[in-house]
């Protein structure tokens, strides 16, 4: 053996030293801008990926339905979404699981100069509503108006549905008295000056359920799941390492700053503060009553079409996991 030879091999030892047997593939779907995009980004810049011995396989996906029928077909292993679309697959007979992700949820905007302050001074405004009109946030939130303040949404404002982007566009030309968006966008509009009336976890708070919730998860087939749990686990250990680099390493987050699409630091920076400020901490026994109790009101207010069938959450839509 050459002398070249053995400097090479000994450059390349630190590279197997570090490298984990592997566990297996995920093929995950992700929205381009997408907070999990932002992780696997974080995922391949920290190694977390060969630490672990994963290998990822990432498809880009043109919107959230994309990934539910990339799901069903296969395609995909693992996708970002709600409960309520676990639940109601699990009556219609299919195996989807759901992990806890984030428990940030929407938000209702309005410019700052508004005389709204309050669910109330809703009636008879102009109401932007990114989701359609079986979007859990929207369904809430009418719940919370008729306990609050005795308002129909429905009839005594003028909901507007529409994608964010249009919404958007309508609230800063004065079309819109208020616009309840996803979490993100309500992040941006917030850093450009409108005003937060109220949130998700004030309109939990106003129903009566004070824990934080998540609103998003990992969802995979329960047979893929019990199959590939080396492959899942590993995903899940490097997920998790890179959200706390990323809340809590400077160098770590300005390497995924360009996915969020805002040049400006000040939004970044509320993105950043948003998103971390969604990180689960607590999932247990007490979380899962406070979504039974979520889903009664969702089952009650939004009907069958939304919920499925049944008005009871199914219990074995939650994989077993401990924070």
Not at 57 to 78: F, H, M, N, R, Y
Request: proline share 5%.
């Amino acid at each position: 053996m050459t002398r070249m030879t053995i400097l090479a091999l000994a450059a390349l030892l630190p590279l197997f030293a570090n490298a984990a047997p592997s566990t297996g593939t995920v093929k995950i779907g992700v929205l381009a801008f997408g907070t999990v995009n932002w992780e696997l980004e974080a995922i391949r810049n920290e190694g977390l990926d060969k630490k672990y011995g994963l290998t990822l396989e990432v498809q880009t996906l043109a919107g959230p339905d994309a990934g539910k029928i990339g799901l069903q077909a296969d395609s995909l292993d693992l996708i970002a979404t709600d409960w309520i679309w676990v639940a109601s697959q699990d009556q219609a007979g299919a195996d989807y699981r759901f992990i806890p992700y984030s428990t940030q949820a929407g938000a209702l905007m309005a410019p700052a100069n508004t005389a709204i302050r309050k669910v109330a001074d809703l009636k008879g405004k102009k109401i932007g509503v990114v989701g359609g009109p079986l979007d859990k946030n929207w369904i809430l939130l009418k719940a919370y108006a008729k306990k609050e303040a005795g308002l129909d949404l429905e009839k005594d404002a003028e909901p507007v549905f529409a994608a964010p982007p249009l919404l958007n566009q309508q609230l800063a030309e004065g079309k819109l008295d208020a616009l309840l968006n996803f979490w993100h966008y309500a992040a941006q509009l917030e850093a450009e000056g409108y005003r937060r009336v109220l949130d998700g976890r004030d309109v939990l708070k106003g129903l009566g359920i004070n824990e934080p919730l998540p609103n998003l998860g990992l969802v995979f087939k329960q047979s893929w799941g019990a199959a590939n749990g080396p492959a899942l686990d590993a995903f899940l250990k490097a997920s998790a390492e890179a959200r706390e680099s990323l809340c809590k390493n400077d160098a770590a987050w300005g390497k995924v700053a360009p996915l969020t699409q805002e040049k400006d630091p000040k939004q970044q920076a509320t993105l950043r503060k948003e998103y971390c400020g969604g990180l689960v901490n607590r999932w247990g026994g007490q979380e899962k009553q406070a979504m039974a109790k979520i889903y009664a009101i969702l089952r009650q207010t939004g009907g069958a079409e939304l919920t499925g069938k049944s008005g009871t959450l199914p219990e074995d839509i939650f994989w077993p996991y401990k924070k």
